[in-house]
RNA sequence: GGUCCUGUGGCCGAGUGGCUAGGCAGAGCUCUGCAAAAGCUUCUACAGCGGUUCGAAUCCGCUCGGGACCUCCA
């Protein structure tokens, strides 16, 4: 039973053998915090939170590093070359921290919506600037990094040649050949400062009216934006790690780049096994702002957003993420998430009966047939997580089960079918993953026992109607709770319960 | 233009040489005061054309379609 994961680096699965076992250590690239959450970002850090639960299940000791970029990330739309957070900033009329500290504080909001747990360790760009600018110094000082007006940029063809003899030449990670790109990059603003159009910037010397500005010994500036992820995963994971995660479309330049300057600096590759997850899709075109199709999370669970046929609450999106594959495009569409709800509500359903359900000790199972299946259906949890986080498959397995327990809990299969050993093993692996590796939770947690008392008492009123034939009153309870989105079930054994929307 | 990925039923999606993916939607039946839920049954598939093979959704080729990246990106 060994856990297997494509390595983006190598482009095939591998069996995942940590440097340091117990120990795991995990880098990925977080948000930039210059503005709201949209549902493509929530991918990556709903995947990793699975693998961070899955690889914890396994019993390894992760630090989990997941940064935050509160400063240095370029954009450039024809204009100079800005810092995104200082010019949002004057946009909005904050101090760049407070824009900081907002966007900061509802991507935490989002995260614990989706019950993703936290990293380990979430430093900031801005609090690693001395880390930053000591390892451009270095590279600097090895000779593959040039200092031009304030700038310091990196030199890509200079460590391309030499460390293509090496084995390791720039584009490992994208696959792509440097000699070939060289002609079609795009026109850049202070082109003119670099010696090679390929070359990127480490650190950026600030115009006056750049708010965001750190002294430096090229002057005030601030950092690039790949260097900082180089900076802080060599801080808190060390030279060489065990996996870097992050979306597809980080791969080039951003993973590339820290590539280059971290193996200058610590002479090494930095991290063993990278994973990126595909996109989400809209209509099947990326959800990003320059497609001008984003549904950010706030409208995803308000249901605000022109898009939206309804509201979707948080464990339904995490639900519909998980029912692919981490690396598959996964396409958006109110019919699709309309269609998660239903599932996760019946599978839900289906596994708080199971974990209330007090099963009979019996040594043998009167259906072995069914017996067999439940335990090799439970088995190939773990077999299919093993192979690349294969979360769509092992909830496939788990519907195969959502009958077999429905017909436990309405008796049309006896409770003597299985024995006692596959009851145990059964809600044990739901358990384990239902709740631990994928952090879906039941939407009774917000319910409270003075709810719960109130409705007891209705549901005991309307009982007692219906043994009267008083079906004008029992309805009347029923369509009155239905109306305020409680909805009642009449269970086959004459009991009943209850589900809040 | 370069590099790479992809095309599965009404929708979303697993899969990878032979064995039912799964979910949602649709249809029928059972249960039921009615409804809902649940259970059972069932209908729609592997873009097209060739090739390899005893056998192809899966491998190869071509054609057509969709997408990602090529210094903002999750």
Known sequence: MSLKVYNSLT???????????????????????SGESHL????????????????????????????????????????????????????????????????????????????????SIEPTATGHIVEQIEMIKQIIADGYAYEANGSVYFDVEKFNTDFSAKGQPYGILSGRVLDEQIES????????EKRNKSDFALWKNAPPEHIMRWQSPW???????????????????????????????LQFPHHECEIAQSTVCNHQMPARYWMHNNMITINGK??????????KLSELFAGTHPILAQPYAPSTVRFFI????????????????????????????????????????????????????????????????????NTAKVIANMFELVPVINSL????????????????????????????????????????????GVLQLLINMRKDAKQRKDFVTSDKIRNELTALGIQLKDEKDGGMSYTIQ
């Open 219 to 249: 002057g005030e500036g601030f950092p690039g934006w790949h260097i900082e992820c180089s900076a802080m995963s060599t801080k808190y994971l060390g030279k060489a790690f065990d996996i870097h995660g992050g979306g597809m479309d």
């Open 11 to 33: 482009r095939q699965k591998e069996l995942f053998e940590p440097i340091n076992p117990p120990y795991v250590g995990m880098y990925v690239c977080g948000p930039t915090v």
């Open 409 to 452: 809990k309405d008796k049309h299969i006896e409770a003597s079918a299985l024995d006692s050993n596959t009851y145990t093993v059964l809600k044990q692996q739901m358990k384990a993953f239902i709740v631990d590796v994928f952090g879906l939770q039941t939407n009774k947690a917000d319910n409270n026992d003075k709810l719960d």
């Open 40 to 119: 493509g970002h929530a991918r990556p850090f709903i995947t990793f939170d699975i693998l961070y639960r899955y690889l914890m299940h396994l019993g390894y000791k992760v630090r989990y590093v997941r940064n935050i970029t509160d400063a240095g990330h370029f954009e450039e739309e024809g204009r100079a070359a800005e810092d995104k957070i200082s010019s949002k900033a004057v946009l909005e009329k904050l101090e760049p921290m407070e824009l900081v500290q907002k966007y900061t504080n509802m991507f935490h909001w989002a995260m614990n919506q989706f019950n993703n747990l936290p990293p």
């Open 286 to 295: 990326k959800m990003g702002k320059s497609y001008n199709n984003v549904i």
């Open 322 to 389: 998980l029912q692919s594959q981490y690396r598959s495009t996964l396409d958006f569409s109110n019919e699709a998430l309309q269609g998660s709800e239903k599932a996760l509500k019946r599978l839900m359903e289906a596994f708080d009966w199971l974990m209330n359900f007090e099963h009979p000790i019996n040594n043998s199972a009167t259906n072995t047939d069914l017996n067999t299946k439940v335990i090799q259906l439970v088995n190939d949890f773990d077999t299919f997580m093993n192979d690349d986080i």
């Open 185 to 192: 990059t795009r026109e850049l603003d202070n082109q003119e």
